[in-house]
């Protein structure tokens, strides 16, 4: 969202947990959803742009909240399968935007410094905050771990060396 908000979009809307909602406002979204009160898909709006971090709407709901020339990108797996680990999805959807004005990409992370630069200029500008949880010491890496996998975290979890 900030990222959006810094590069110049003119409304961000975040989609997030009830524990999360006060978070994502605070790092700028002009419009939160609760996903567990409120489908974001059946509110009648239509979005340029969706990141999708969670993965699990189908295509078609998502086509459907598009524009007709939005774009959606899917970070991440959604699954697991057996051969694709869980990235159908990101393999899968450009080949829809062969048939559609609509583009759907798979987001792969890379890093390089042009990018990591601008990030930091962001941060050093103050238009970007890095929102952080909770900080472990490396000793304490396992219990970092297990407080991801608690589902609990809001914002990062930062293992310091």
Not at 57 to 71: A, D, E, H, I, K
Not at 93 to 108: E, I, M, R, W
Request: net charge positive.
């Amino acid at each position: 969202m900030q990222v959006a908000k810094a590069f110049g979009a003119a409304e961000v809307t975040g989609v997030c947990s009830t524990r999360k909602v006060e978070l994502v406002r605070s790092l700028g979204a002009d419009h939160v959803i609760d996903y567990t009160r409120d489908d974001f898909s059946r509110a009648g709006l239509r979005y340029d742009v969706i990141l999708d971090t969670a993965g699990n709407r189908p295509l078609s709901v998502l086509r459907r909240v598009l524009t007709p020339r939005g774009t959606l990108v899917i970070v991440g797996g959604e699954g697991g399968g057996n051969l694709t680990g869980g990235f159908e999805r990101s393999m899968g959807a450009p080949l829809v935007s062969l048939f559609s004005g609509q583009k759907f990409k798979g987001l792969v992370s890379t890093e390089n410094y042009r990018d990591l630069e601008a990030l930091t200029m962001l941060i050093e500008a103050g238009s970007v905050k890095p929102a952080v949880d909770k900080v472990y010491a490396l000793v304490e890496a396992p219990a970092a771990v297990e407080y991801m996998h608690e589902g609990r975290v809001r914002g990062k979890v930062v293992v310091s060396i």
